[in-house]
T-cell receptor, first 112, second 110 residues
Framework: ETGVTQTPRHLVMGMTNKKSLKCEQH?????MYWYKQSAKKPLELMFV???????ENNSVPSRFSPECPNSSHLFLHLHTLQPEDSALYLC???????????FGPGTRLLVL | SQQGEEDPQALSIQEGENATMNCSYK?????LQWYRQNSGRGLVHLIL?????REKHSGRLRVTLDTSKKSSSLLITASRAADTASYFC??????????FGAGTILRVKS
């Protein structure tokens, strides 16, 4: 248990659906991250938030929309996804300026 | 292009043997970190080595860093079946983000 939780753990959605992934950290961190992990590919950084402000968008398609209402919560809103978006989506957090990130267990997403 | 690249892509050993994984990177770094991921789970931080360090130990883990060659290695000694996982190196280029490699899949047979 790393102190970072993600829900749901598994999600199946059609290309026309709208869904949201949730991440919550109980570590008092102030930087949060979304990563995408596809089979046999390196972890891809998607978004970075520092103190609720988005500081990095790694050229992510607009069908992925992040939201960070406070330093403890991070959402990833999904709409009109494509089958190639099927992947494990990982959330991570850390203290800004610290070196180590703490990861949640991930949400396994399947887009049909 | 990706910053960290692990070698080998997959490694299968017997319990009790040592496992060595290598990582190469391209740019200057502040530190290099190794993470472990059990199947379909999140990543867990194992060990960090700073750019001015050459070797670091933590339990059965030994990490080396050669900044002149832009490479690092992770050695797991006396491996156990529970060490079966994917191992990733990650380079800290700035304090805000890490760049991960594709990982080495380690299988330890009992």
């Amino acid at each position: 248990e790393t102190g970072v939780t993600q829900t749901p753990r598994h999600l199946v959605m059609g290309m026309t659906n709208k869904k949201s992934l949730k991440c919550e950290q109980h570590l008092g961190h102030n930087a949060m991250y979304w990563y995408k992990q596809s089979a046999k590919k390196p972890l891809e950084l998607m978004f970075v938030y520092n103190f609720k402000e988005q500081t990095e968008n790694n050229s992510v398609p607009s069908r992925f929309s992040p939201e960070c209402p406070n330093s403890s919560h991070l959402f990833l809103h999904l709409h009109t996804l494509q089958p190639e978006d099927s992947a494990l989506y990982l959330c991570a957090s850390k203290l800004r300026g610290a070196e180590t990130q703490y990861f949640g267990p991930g949400t396994r997403l399947l887009v049909l | 292009s990706q910053q960290g690249e692990e070698d080998p892509q997959a490694l299968s050993i017997q319990e009790g043997e040592n496992a060595t994984m290598n990582c190469s990177y391209k740019t200057s770094i502040n530190n290099l970190q190794w993470y472990r991921q059990n199947s379909g789970r999140g990543l867990v931080h194992l060990i960090l080595i700073r750019s001015n360090e050459r070797e670091k130990h933590s339990g059965r883990l030994r990490v080396t860093l050669d900044t002149s060659k832009k490479s690092s290695s992770l050695l797991i000694t006396a491996s156990r079946a529970a060490d079966t996982a994917s191992y990733f190196c990650a380079t800290d280029v700035n304090r805000n983000k890490l760049v991960f490699g594709a990982g080495t899949i380690l299988r330890v047979k009992s």
